[in-house]
């Protein structure tokens, strides 16, 4: 992001570090050059190992994906697969939105600061592809529509052999809500702002009274047709990840006989 978005061309690192007291010396088109050939190494290294993980994952003689759905203890199969369904509280709801909209009790005002990819100003774009690899990993499948099948281990296929089908219908319509204000926001941030603009908003008191009872009740709420209340949005985007994740803390851990992740016991909300 740094490399890539960046306005200016001067390093923040050490000055002890080998590479940098020279730096910012060196002329305009020699700093850009260098960084992108950087940028194109790291991007090039993110290629290789996806594919590398992709390959062991579904090819070979003993693809890693099959000893996986083979593995002789169902439960701790499950359960590490269940874990990263949590990243949806802690890292999402928590972190991406909680903190830059004051909604956690470690920062209750003014927090706009916090908000992911400050430099980029990608973070609405970022929630969105987490809630639709979320999504993916709850139901088995990047199909749409998903269709319920053993081949595809979805969660909401265990729900429903437990003859909980209701509960797996409930998540997924509060997903399919957040997916649809995260699209909205991430489609309308040229037009109203990025995520940072829209949290800056929130940092009046007013305003932010308003996001806690926005959050509190996402259902509740319609922007209104001029949209000056999109801001507004971000406050019911957390509130419908929070339906979701209440229900992955309580009925679906109980049902599906799973342990709740060690990183989000404790946490109160």
């Known amino acids: 992001e740094y490399l890539l978005f960046s306005d200016t061309l001067h390093h923040r690192g050490s000055v002890h570090m080998e590479a940098t007291p020279h730096w910012n010396a060196l002329d305009e088109v020699t700093r850009k050059t ?17 594919a590398q ?15 996986f759905i083979a593995h002789a203890d169902q439960t701790q199969a499950l359960n590490t697969l269940s874990d990263q369904l949590f990243l949806l509280d802690d890292e ?41 690899g979320f999504k993916a990993l709850f139901v088995g499948t990047f199909d749409q529509p998903a269709t319920q ?10 729900l429903a052999t437990k003859n909980f089908p209701d509960l797996a219908d409930s998540i997924l319509s509060d997903l399919e809500s957040a997916l649809s204000v995260a699209d909205r926001l991430e489609q309308e941030q040229s037009r ?10 929130l940092e009046d008191p007013a305003e932010h009274a308003r996001c806690i009872n926005v959050a509190n009740n996402p259902r509740d709420f319609a922007p209104n047709p001029e949209g000056t209340e999109n801001h507004l949005q971000l406050c019911q985007l957390h509130g419908y990840i ?28």
């Open 92 to 132: 999402i709801k928590d972190q991406k939105l909680g903190y830059p909209l004051a909604l956690t009790p470690e920062c209750t005002l003014n927090c706009s600061d916090l908000t992911e990819s400050p430099i980029s100003a990608s973070a609405l774009s970022n929630i969105h592809q987490n809630l639709i």
């Open 192 to 201: 109203d702002g990025s995520m940072r603009d829209l949290a800056q908003i």
């Open 34 to 50: 260098q960084r992108c050939h950087y940028a194109a190494h790291i991007a090039a290294g993110l290629q290789e190992n996806t």
């Open 242 to 269: 929070k339906q979701v994740t209440d229900q992955l803390k309580g009925d679906f851990l109980t049902i599906v006989s799973l342990a709740l992740p060690k990183r989000v016991e404790g946490d109160n909300d």
């Open 53 to 67: 993980l992709l390959s062991e994952w579904r090819d070979g003689e003993t693809p890693f994906g099959e000893t």
């Open 149 to 158: 099948s053993a081949d595809q281990l979805g969660f909401d296929y265990i």
